[in-house]
Antibody, heavy 121, light 106 residues
Framework: EVQLVESGGGLVKPGGSLRLSCAAS????????MTWVRQAPGKGLEWVGR??????????DYAAPVKGRFTISRDDSEKTLYLQINSLKTEDAAMYYC????????????WGQGTSVTVSS | SYDLTQPPSVSVSPGLTATITCSGN??????ACWYQQKPGQSPVLVIY???KRPSGIPERFSGSNSGNTATLTISGTQAVDEADYYC?????????FGGGTKLTVL
């Protein structure tokens, strides 16, 4: 069974840092593009960024609001995706989901259950 | 930046057809996807590449995309289809979501 399990969320002060993890199983992680999507409480979905496979250069792309503060990385040997969040702002408070991205317009076809980030002093 | 616009809400009676639109500049030149999200749950992909259904998605879900508008159609809408629906497309290596549409089945 394909599964994504996020962890690492919690309460952080503004300006703080956090690293989210996403443990993958049931598919060939190293061959798969991975994406982070977030959803603020009561709001819509917002794409955060993605990382391609090592074969595709492990290229990363980020949404404008997070560029320079967020870093996506992957450990193929551990089948784990990461999201490093620095200089946290109150507007970063959200549920963070990791997803599998199928290239060529085939969508984000598997989602984890999400991990919640709260930003408050 | 690229924007996708959806109506905030759509209502439909059980058994009838629900239509949810998503508008964006030359959206028809891009692939559109649709996601369903029920309260307290993670989103689920229901349409990809404009009109394809992932395995396990009922046939009553269909999609189209032309010009500036992508459309999600739910035929014979059921109470279980009540949810938020989001369109999504790619622009310049970034993914963009529409604001979401709350579908009410009443």
């Amino acid at each position: 069974e394909v599964q994504l399990v996020e962890s690492g969320g919690g309460l952080v002060k503004p300006g703080g840092s956090l690293r989210l993890s996403c443990a993958a199983s049931g598919f060939t992680f190293s061959n798969t593009w991975m994406t982070w999507v977030r959803q603020a409480p009561g709001k819509g979905l917002e794409w955060v960024g993605r990382i391609k496979t090592k074969t595709d250069g492990e290229t990363t792309d980020y949404a404008a609001p997070v560029k320079g503060r967020f870093t996506i990385s992957r450990d193929d040997s551990e089948k784990t995706l990461y999201l490093q969040i620095n200089s946290l702002k109150t507007e970063d408070a959200a549920m963070y989901y990791c997803t599998i991205e199928r290239s060529g317009g085939r969508g984000l076809d598997v989602w984890g259950q999400g991990t919640s980030v709260t930003v408050s002093s | 930046s690229y924007d996708l616009t959806q109506p905030p809400s759509v209502s439909v009676s059980p058994g009838l057809t629900a239509t949810i639109t998503c508008s964006g500049n030359k959206l028809g030149d891009k692939y559109a996807c649709w996601y369903q999200q029920k309260p307290g749950q993670s989103p689920v992909l229901v349409i990809y590449q404009d009109n394809k259904r992932p395995s396990g998605i009922p046939e009553r879900f269909s999609g189209s995309n032309s010009g500036n508008t992508a459309t999600l159609t739910i035929s014979g809408t059921q109470a279980v289809d009540e949810a938020d629906y989001y369109c999504q497309a790619w622009d310049s290596n970034t993914a963009v979501f529409g604001g979401g549409t709350k579908l009410t089945v009443l």
